[in-house]
């Protein structure tokens, strides 16, 4: 192939991740709560500078960890649950090999049983929560896509879904 061919192949490429990118990020938009739609922003490809738009201290400390701070910032989290949550999820995005054994410290048996899912546990998980939202949300999350967010009747959490499952 030839240099200007190339350089055709290589601008389409970057033209392509760059409306992947955009298209998660305008889902975000769709987010009533000013909290989520920044944490929807930050883990959607806008990076921890999104995170300062959080008012909600636990929210905030699971952005900057999810976003590259790692499972340290984790411990700022008061409540008990969304803390293991976060060191799971943490410990997915940094490629840990435990992230999925965080999950057993959630209290909450959905929650737990979500964490269990989106950290390698796979779609069959999903089937354990009886929140039909989250449930929803789980599978786009684990390979179903994001034609399982129509199933969510929370709109926030509907537009979270779509942005999360592209």
Not at 32 to 56: E, L, T, V, W
Not at 108 to 126: L, M, V
């Amino acid at each position: 192939m030839s240099t200007p061919y190339l350089r055709i192949l290589l601008w389409l490429a970057c033209l392509v991740a760059s409306v992947s990118a955009n298209a998660q990020q305008g889902d975000c938009g769709f987010i009533q709560n000013p909290d989520r739609q920044a944490y929807c922003r930050a883990i959607s490809g806008g990076g921890s500078s999104q995170c300062g738009f959080i008012r909600d201290g636990d929210l905030q400390a699971r952005c900057r960890a999810e976003t590259g701070g790692g499972s340290s910032q984790c411990g700022f989290i008061r409540d008990n649950d969304m803390q293991a949550a976060c060191r799971a999820s943490a410990d997915r995005a940094s490629a840990s090999s435990n992230s999925s054994s965080q999950c057993g410290f959630i209290q909450n048996p959905d929650k737990q049983a979500y964490c269990r899912a989106t950290t390698g546990g796979g779609s069959s998980k999903c089937g354990f929560i009886r929140d039909s939202d989250l449930q929803a949300m789980c599978r786009a999350e684990t390979g179903g896509g994001s034609s399982q967010c129509g199933f969510i009747r929370d709109n926030d959490m509907q537009a979270a879904c779509r942005a999360k499952a592209r």
